[in-house]
């Protein structure tokens, strides 16, 4: 890849029953850190966390070529109504096992063995990169600033997810 930034669109899903535009904190902190990070924000959404309804959505997000990557935040603990790891894991054809087990790595150190009831996973489809996340501001920031930023930086060395994700 070339040493100049690449600017990518990227989608942000909310996934919740209760979150609306202004009580989305988690979506809200994606967005500013994707913006601030020189990414472009293609959409925002919040999906009612059922498998079908977030299937559909994401299916279609992973489908449309000017969609680059898709942060999702919400929907990945162990109560009846997470449903995202369900929903979402059969739609890739690729898995980042890394992405979870570095996550709850760096989850300790602020939240100690809770962590282990974090679902986060990420994956590629479509040479469309998926970040599952969990529901809370500072869950989506540790992510994001620890992990995702430098994946989706095409400058990242020694390596970095861009490459899989356009093409020339």
Known sequence: MSETKISLPLAVVTVSDTRTEASDKSGGVLVDCLEEAGHKLHSK???KDDVYQLRAEVSC?????????????GGTGFTDRDNTLKAIQPLLEQKIDGFGELFRQLSHEEIGTSTIQSRVFAGLSNRTIVFCLPGS?????????????????????????VDKLITD
């Open 61 to 73: 997000l992973i489908a449309d070529p000017e969609v680059k990557g898709i942060l999702m935040t």
């Open 137 to 161: 501001p500072g869950a989506c920031r540790t992510g994001w600033e620890s992990i995702i930023r430098y994946q989706l930086d095409s400058t990242h060395r020694p390596c970095n997810f």
């Open 45 to 47: 959404q919040i999906v």
